[in-house]
T-cell receptor, first 113, second 116 residues
Framework: GESVGLHLPTLSVQEGDNSIINCAYS??????FIWYKQESGKGPQFIID?????DKRQGQRVTVLLNKTVKHLSLQIAATQPGDSAVYFC????????????FGTGTSLTVIP | DGGITQSPKYLFRKEGQNVTLSCEQN?????MYWYRQDPGQGLRLIYY???????QKGDIAEGYSVSREKKESFPLTVTSAQKNPTAFYLC???????????????FGNGTRLTVT
């Protein structure tokens, strides 16, 4: 899984399978979390967000789960497609750091056709 | 289409020269940000602005300067004082704290700066 400051992990999945990308955070004052997708040479693209008063949020083919007890965030992608291949990273906003966002290093997802 | 435009996409400069990266948004967002992205690292905040004519330093502001004279524009100058300027620079915007507390960042497609 991903965590702020670690090397970029990789994940390979077969097309059609589900993908789970993990993110650990350390600041208990973080109250808002976002998942981004970044393709090579492009800027990050918003996927889904979740507030700290929620445990789960669903979008189109994506689900974000938040476990505040262990400070863990995950992104689930259903029926992964080749177009999902990209780097995914989480961002957290903390109330004790001027409400700024801090970003993980990302996980590189490769979908095998 | 509403969005954030960064230009140019690629920029090459000689060491010792200042260079300005452009960022324009037509999303009517109050807040704008500059991040730097290096391989294997998360995005790091350089400067941000919550409102016109006001901006604050981020975590790695040394060697950079910004201005926010218009709501739509937030140019970043990489000065010769920046020791390792070669990087991928990303501009972002958001509604801002006043309008929407939980407002995600929207990013441009970046400028890759190479200094030799």
């Amino acid at each position: 899984g991903e965590s702020v400051g670690l090397h970029l992990p990789t994940l390979s999945v077969q097309e059609g399978d589900n993908s789970i990308i993990n993110c650990a955070y350390s600041n208990s004052a973080s109250d808002y979390f976002i998942w981004y997708k970044q393709e090579s040479g492009k800027g990050p693209q918003f996927i889904i967000d979740i507030r700290s008063n929620m445990d789960k949020r669903q979008g189109q083919r994506v689900t974000v789960l938040l476990n505040k007890t262990v400070k863990h965030l995950s992104l689930q992608i259903a029926a992964t497609q080749p177009g999902d291949s990209a780097v995914y990273f989480c961002a957290e906003r903390s109330t004790d750091t001027g409400n700024q966002f801090y970003f993980g290093t990302g996980t590189s997802l490769t979908v095998i056709p | 289409d509403g969005g954030i435009t960064q230009s140019p996409k690629y920029l090459f400069r000689k060491e010792g020269q200042n260079v300005t990266l452009s960022c324009e948004q037509n999303l009517n967002h109050d807040a704008m940000y500059w991040y730097r992205q290096d391989p294997g690292q998360g995005l790091r905040l350089i400067y941000y602005s919550q409102i016109v004519n006001d901006f604050q330093k981020g975590d790695i502001a040394e060697g950079y300067s910004v201005s926010r004279e218009k709501k739509e524009s937030f140019p970043l100058t990489v000065t010769s004082a920046q020791k390792n300027p070669t990087a991928f620079y990303l501009c972002a915007s958001s509604l801002g704290r006043i309008l929407s507390y939980n407002s995600p960042l929207h990013f441009g497609n970046g400028t890759r700066l190479t200094v030799t």
